[in-house]
């Protein structure tokens, strides 16, 4: 009797699998037939939210329905990247993927509410910038050399200004003195503005500011370029050499993509990554991110999570012999 009912219950368990196939064949089939939503763990108005914007309305008009922009700021980013983590995987949330959440905030924080390669489905890379070593206009150097031999002469006697301990611009920094064998004196900021106005009126010497945000001070004269943090010069200045040009190995490239949670089926994972990486070929859109020192940078999605897992590795020594830490 109990096998003849074990029997049964397995045959209607398989019945009703069978029956409910189709159905999920057909709703990702019909994907997306609703707005998606695409969290920004950030407030409006900064660089990455302005690359998202200009990326999914570009996805919106190729899926034929509205991607539309969620801020999410709070915890230095963690919030709404973990509200995408928790979302369910049906690929009506998704969201920023950032280089600063993936791959340095597992060695900055003591607790961190996600796991940056097992709560996620990585979909698609959308844009790629250098941090820009930037400096004072007084400081008496114009190459990366002449800097370099100016903090060996002088260790600790020149500031380096940033955005906040462990973030992209802090840790720029920091690969480049352990690199350089220099000794500059960290001064961490409530955000880039901040610090970009002390380094022009020469309360600072030193910056490795994002690209986005230095370089239209650079132009007008207020600061002077010596570097970008990319692995080749950045297309938009041509004339400023890469870092890596003086200091073998030095790269440090910020990225952002997208993606959604763990367990998005796959066929919405193709669709997704096919619409965010055709976005970034139309010309308005490289135009845009041409614009704001950004370039397109397409990336399938395993290739996006290798790129979060190999970066985890690089990071973790950096941000430890930083010292930075973030509670929470």
């Known amino acids: 009797m109990f096998d003849k009912s074990v029997r049964r219950r397995r045959l209607l368990a398989g019945a009703g699998a069978a029956l409910l196939a189709p159905s999920l064949v057909r709703a990702q089939d019909a994907y997306p037939n609703k707005p998606i939503k695409f969290v920004v763990p950030w407030t409006p108005g900064g660089a990455t939210d302005n690359i998202s ?37 049906d690929g009506y949330t998704i969201g920023l993927v950032t280089v600063s959440m993936f791959t340095m905030a597992p060695a900055l924080y003591a607790k961190l509410p996600y796991d940056p390669v097992k709560d996620f489905s990585p979909m698609a890379g959308m844009s790629m910038w250098p941090n820009m070593l930037v400096v004072h206009p007084s400081l008496p150097v114009k190459t990366v050399p002449e800097l370099i031999a100016l903090l060996k002469a002088n260790p600790g006697k020149y500031n380096m200004a940033s955005s906040g301990s462990g973030t992209t611009i802090h840790l720029a920094g920091e690969m480049f003195k352990q690199m350089t064998g220099t000794d500059m004196v960290h001064v961490p900021y409530k955000g880039s503005a901040g610090a970009l106005q002390d380094l022009i009126a020469g309360q600072t010497h030193i910056m490795f500011d994002n690209m986005p945000s230095c370089w239209p001070h650079v132009q007008a004269g207020k600061l002077k370029a010596l570097g970008v943090t990319s692995r080749e010069r950045s297309k938009a200045a041509p004339n400023i050499p890469a870092i890596i040009e003086f200091v073998p190995n030095y790269v440090v490239e910020v990225w952002m993509g997208l993606g959604g949670p763990a367990g998005v089926p796959q066929p919405i994972i193709d669709k997704l990554a096919a619409a965010g990486t055709k976005a970034l070929e139309a010309p308005e859109v490289k135009e845009k991110l041409a614009a704001l020192g950004s370039d397109p940078w397409p990336m399938p999605p395993k290739g996006l999570h290798d790129r979060i897992v190999s970066e985890i590795a690089v990071w973790a020594p950096i941000v430890k012999a930083s010292g930075a830490k973030v509670d929470g």
Do not use: Y
């Not at 230095?76 to 928790?86: H, L, N, V």
């Open 53 to 89: 914007r200009i990326v999914t309305a570009r996805m919106s008009e190729l899926l034929g329905q509205q991607v539309m922009i969620d801020n999410k700021p709070g915890g230095g980013g963690t919030i709404g990247t973990d509200a995408i983590a928790k979302a369910a995987p």
